[in-house]
T-cell receptor, first 114, second 114 residues
Framework: QKEVEQNSGPLSVPEGAIASLNCTYSDRGSQSFFWYRQYSGKSPELIMSIYSNGDKEDGRFTAQLNKASQYVSLLIRDSQPSDSATYLCAVNKGSGAGSYQLTFGKGTKLSVIP | DAGVTQSPTHLIKTRGQQVTLRCSPKSGHDTVSWYQQALGQGPQFIFQ???????QRGNFPDRFSGHQFPNYSSELNVNALLLGDSALYLC?????????????FGPGTRLTVT
């Protein structure tokens, strides 16, 4: 089982719809969770971080964390064509071996259709 | 507020050669991590530097080495280049204060080995 898994997509949504991106992780001791957006040919950009169970909202973005299910999601409301990118889920273990590194999924490619 | 900077932007090297990549962290950050991102994959952790020492290392061979300077900037060195080393090399900076583990990426260096 891979440490961080994401559906590679592509995920296509119409403009104005809600895009839902999902991520599961294998290390139950993971403490910190991040979503990065990566446009083609560019570097990853941090858009959301979440550390405790529940929802965290920032503008059109909502991150959801369920540690019992080892599941993190990102919702993008009112999706815009400019949201078309690859979204990377990253996990930090928080303690012990490997505690300083981020472990990434392969990313989900999102396409917002005008 | 200057973000993370990396140089050079692009680099073409021949198999067997050596390469040095450079990174300056975001203002106020004291920790630098290096990642390798192959096409279609998420970034993979190479190592992290803090207080001029390698604090953690990922699953990369000894051909990959680094250094951190007193001003927190960092170098990544790769010896005996292989074709498989062709990738986007990302530097990420973070701060040890706050314990949030948020890492911010620079624009990356695209290395091509021929």
């Amino acid at each position: 089982q891979k440490e961080v898994e994401q559906n590679s997509g592509p995920l296509s949504v119409p403009e104005g719809a809600i895009a839902s991106l999902n991520c599961t992780y294998s290390d139950r001791g993971s403490q910190s969770f991040f979503w990065y957006r990566q446009y083609s040919g560019k570097s990853p950009e941090l858009i959301m971080s979440i550390y405790s169970n529940g929802d965290k909202e920032d503008g059109r973005f909502t991150a959801q964390l369920n540690k019992a299910s080892q599941y993190v999601s990102l919702l993008i409301r009112d999706s815009q064509p400019s949201d078309s990118a690859t979204y990377l889920c990253a996990v930090n273990k928080g303690s012990g071996a490997g505690s300083y590194q981020l472990t990434f999924g392969k990313g989900t490619k999102l396409s917002v259709i005008p | 507020d200057a973000g993370v900077t990396q140089s050079p932007t692009h680099l073409i090297k021949t198999r067997g050669q050596q390469v040095t990549l450079r990174c300056s962290p975001k203002s106020g950050h004291d920790t630098v991590s290096w990642y390798q991102q192959a096409l279609g994959q998420g970034p993979q952790f190479i190592f992290q530097y803090y207080e001029e020492e390698e604090r953690q290392r990922g699953n990369f061979p000894d051909r990959f080495s680094g250094h951190q300077f007193p001003n927190y900037s960092s170098e990544l060195n790769v010896n005996a280049l292989l074709l498989g080393d062709s990738a986007l090399y990302l530097c990420a900076s973070s701060s040890t204060s706050g314990g949030l583990y948020e890492q911010y990426f620079g624009p990356g260096t695209r290395l091509t080995v021929t």
